[in-house]
């Protein structure tokens, strides 16, 4: 197994123990993303706080592992064919640690694919759409005279609670057992809170939706994975 001590980022985020998968992330909902799918596959990590800052994100060091300067992004010493993998994107890297694990994929390609699905469903839809929310409703954009574009991710937000609510009809999870799937949507879900967004969009109306987020923050993995890494560095 190599190592990660020769990637630039070290000159930024030291590696304490460069054996282990390195995380560098912001408990953001892309950003828990990973620490809690780390946590529910028993993977060691070390993780790393890079703040949304640009003297951290727009950072060289940053940069030299993704250019779009995103939290968050990892490192896997133990990467395929023995090679250390850098790696960015949270629904990329979601699907890389389950399969690397074994784990939260299903258990055949007809259960994979459902689960990629939904994880898709999240990158495409849910995380794009309840961010411009949060920016038209809490953020800069609300102090916008025009209040059509804030409208316009209200009921989008609404339309994507609704398809979701359809969906779990009848289920404990959304894509048969849990999975990847669950870990990418439900923290955008907890988003609203963040962003103050859940009674303008209705939230209690989407009583699935309302019960899967409960069910989802039960679990151990979840609370300790919503903690790391802090958001202040060590």
């Known amino acids: 197994m190599a190592d990660v001590s020769s990637f630039k980022i ?14 560098y992330s912001f408990p953001t909902p892309n950003g828990v993303k990973i620490s809690i799918a780390l946590e529910e596959m028993g993977i060691p ?20 592992l993704n250019p ?25 890297i979601l699907i890389y640690l389950a399969e690397k694990s074994g ?13 990629i699905q939904w994880v898709m469903f999240q990158m495409g839809g849910l995380g794009p759409m309840f961010g411009q929310l949060g920016f038209f409703y809490k953020f800069a954009g609300s102090e916008w005279e025009d209040k059509r574009p804030q409208q316009r991710y209200i009921t989008e ?21 849990y999975s990847i799937a669950d870990i990418a949507i439900a923290p955008w879900l907890r988003a609203l809170d963040f962003y103050g967004a859940k009674e303008v969009v209705g ?18 993995a979840v609370k300790t994975g919503l903690q790391i890494p802090p958001r202040e560095p060590a």
Not at 10 to 20: G, L, R, T
């Open 10 to 23: 070290n000159e930024k985020w030291p590696a304490k123990d460069p054996s282990v998968l390195q995380l």
């Open 45 to 64: 990590y070390e993780a790393h706080t890079v703040t949304l800052a640009d003297a951290d994100v727009k950072s060289p060091e940053f940069l030299s």
């Open 68 to 92: 779009n300067n995103k939290i968050p992004a990892i490192i896997d010493p133990d990467g395929p064919d023995g090679a250390p993998l850098p790696l960015f994107e949270s629904g990329a």
């Open 103 to 115: 784990k939260l994929i299903g258990s055949d390609a007809t259960e994979k694919a459902r689960i």
């Open 157 to 177: 937000a609404k339309r994507l609670l609704g398809a979701l609510d359809g969906a779990l009809d009848g289920k404990t999870w959304i894509a048969g057992d």
């Open 203 to 220: 939230f209690t109306d989407y009583a699935n939706v309302v019960a899967y987020l409960e069910r989802f923050l039960e679990r151990p």
